[in-house]
């Protein structure tokens, strides 16, 4: 019996896109950052912090569209006090997920992906894997076609698309 490694694609159209800017790469930050984001109960969900260079260092992360406004607030706020070197926005984003048991005991699934959608244009702005899923955030607009075609890339042939 052939193992399915891929038995589903989903997205997430509900989420924006902020990145603080040249924090300094030091201990605490990280905490300075997210901390008052979740006291107003704003939940972050994707987190990718940039190589360091010279002291410093980039962090993006997406929150629901529900609270991207109030989450700007809190951000920029935060961002003067550490010395950032500002914030960047983008609410035209969407998460699309491959998901399947064992895919990370499985080389070259993450790579399909990629491929994938590189084939059709589609920009990746950030990637985060796990056991069972390899998600990539793109611009939204390329929602419906990412899911297309990594639905037929792996074969998926029951139809089965989530909606996170």
């Known amino acids: 019996m052939e193992t399915v490694l891929v038995s589903g694609v989903a997205y997430n159209k509900d989420e924006a896109k902020i990145s603080v800017m040249r924090v300094p790469d030091q201990p605490g930050i990280a905490a300075q950052i997210f901390s008052p984001l979740s006291d107003e109960d ?20 997406t929150v629901p569209r529900a609270d991207f406004k109030k989450a700007l607030k809190i951000v920029e706020e935060t961002a003067g006090k550490i ?3 500002g914030v960047q926005t983008n609410e035209s984003i969407a998460k699309v997920s491959i ?9 070259g699934i993450a790579s399909k992906m990629f491929e994938t959608l590189s084939a059709e244009g589609v920009n990746i702005q950030m990637i985060s894997t796990s056991e069972i ?3 990539c955030v793109i611009d939204d607009k390329y929602t419906e076609l990412a899911v297309r075609v990594l639905h037929e890339a792996f074969g998926l042939d029951n139809g ?4 996170e």
């Open 42 to 61: 704003i939940t972050v969900d994707m987190v990718i912090q940039n190589i360091t260079h010279e002291g410093q260092t980039d962090m993006t992360f």
């Open 83 to 85: 010395g950032a070197n």
């Open 99 to 107: 998901i399947g048991v064992g895919m990370r005991s499985h080389a």
């Open 133 to 135: 899923k390899v998600s």
């Open 160 to 163: 089965q698309v989530v909606q």
